[in-house]
């Protein structure tokens, strides 16, 4: 059998898959299983923030798979401090949770948010407001968050306690009571259309959260780790949330999720309220401090949100583009006609690997994509879609 067949004999059925078999990669390069080259802007949907197989990261993480791969949460981590230390030193959060992806990092902090409360004002103060279109992941709970009816069903009873605002403040305002106890956003909305929220409705989000002791989560699993040409999306913001989760790029290609909070929450978890087996692991940690480390700079920052400007201005040149929505290197390209889902594909075939999100194309690529790189990205874009 070939892969393809494996997968559809053996694999549950839940993901639509484009017909290619990914089997190696180089930088912003993955080749598939009959050798062909493709040029990825995807990056795995965020996750390969420097592409694939960066020099320094595979040493970082090689090394570490040969020291040691594995502890138990009974012990301490060297690799897992270190990282905590260097993201609350370059962040004004004070303390780290390790998880093993945005869902149940995002688990962990409706966890923290609703225990702040229970802790201060007793049972009954725990519903959630997230906004309308919002993706916060495929867990019970986190499906509960998501502000999307397509989510709500099968699989019910759904964790109660999450009410659905748009993304203006009287919509926020008006699902506000006594029970509210904290708030969830996405900054920039991925899943639901690369939508990035109006900045004076964050501030008055923060402002609202500030008079009501209510908890702000920032669901940055997809904006965090440099992707918006900040190392998190709320410094474009100007704000800090009390909690922000990340996942996707802080790995560099391997499964990690982290919640940090600022002071006032950082005792909030105590021994027996949280844990993960595998969470924190060193070979992940690895490749997370080696990530952080090269991101971090403010140089490379810079020339993300270049990138990123650079991209946008020869998309809007492209003949049938309507218009584009990004910040930094998150970018969703909206379409005069037909189905993206459909280009998408055709794209593939042509040797780029692109994503979309709701009727848009979605390009998240490697931090360290090459000018020429994201030239030849539009100039395959472009003919696929005069091919039509
Ligand atoms: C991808 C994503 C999640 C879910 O992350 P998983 O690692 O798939 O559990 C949650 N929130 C946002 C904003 C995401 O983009």
């Known amino acids: 059998m070939n892969t393809k067949q494996q997968d559809k004999k053996y694999i549950m059925n839940t993901y639509g898959r484009y017909d290619v078999a990914l089997k190696s990669g180089k930088g912003c390069y993955a080749f598939d299983e009959d050798g062909k080259r493709y040029l990825d802007v995807s990056s795995g949907i965020g996750v390969n923030s420097l592409g694939y197989c960066d020099d320094g990261w595979v040493e970082a993480v090689t090394k570490q798979a040969a020291s040691i791969q594995h502890m138990s949460n009974y012990f301490y981590c060297p690799q ?5 230390e260097k993201l609350c030193t370059l962040t004004p959060f004070s303390k780290v949770c390790f998880s093993n992806s945005g869902a149940e990092a995002n688990e962990c902090a409706i966890k923290i948010a609703r225990k702040y409360s229970y802790d201060k004002y007793g049972d009954g103060r725990n519903e959630i407001i997230t906004l309308e279109n919002s993706f916060h992941g495929r867990t019970v709970t986190t499906l509960s968050a998501t502000g999307q009816d397509i989510f709500h069903n099968y699989f019910f009873p759904f964790t109660e306690g999450f009410k659905y605002a748009q993304p203006d403040i009287d919509s926020v305002k008006s699902l506000l009571s006594g029970k509210t106890c904290a708030i969830l956003i996405e900054l920039v909305q991925g899943e639901g259309g690369v939508n990035i929220l109006d900045k004076d409705f ?10 009501n002791d209510l908890v702000l989560i920032a669901d940055e699993v997809q904006t965090g780790v440099g992707r918006t040409g900040r190392l998190f999306c709320c410094d474009n913001f100007g704000i800090t949330p009390d909690l922000i989760t990340c996942a996707k790029g802080l790995g560099g290609g391997l499964p990690i999720g982290l919640c940090m909070c600022t002071e006032k929450l950082s005792d909030v978890m105590q021994p027996s309220t949280h844990g993960s087996t595998f969470a924190a692991n060193p070979v992940v940690c690895a490749g997370a401090n ?24 020869k998309l809007l040149s492209v003949k049938g583009v309507k218009s584009v929505r990004n910040l930094g290197l998150m970018v969703g390209i909206e ?5 993206a889902h459909d280009i998408a594909a055709k794209c593939v075939k042509n040797g780029l690997l692109i994503i979309t999100a709701k009727n848009l194309l979605r390009m998240l690529p490697p931090l360290n994509i090459t ?18």
């Open 371 to 388: 000018y020429s790189e994201l030239d030849e990205a539009v100039e395959i874009l472009n003919k696929t879609i005069q091919e039509g």
């Open 80 to 84: 897992a401090s270190a990282l905590a």
């Open 290 to 313: 080696y990530i952080i480390d090269t991101i971090s700079d403010e140089s490379f920052l810079d020339e993300v949100n270049k990138k990123g400007a650079y991209l946008r201005e």
């Open 335 to 339: 379409l005069e006609s037909g189905d």
């Open 202 to 211: 964050v501030l008055e989000i923060r402002k609202l959260c500030d008079e």
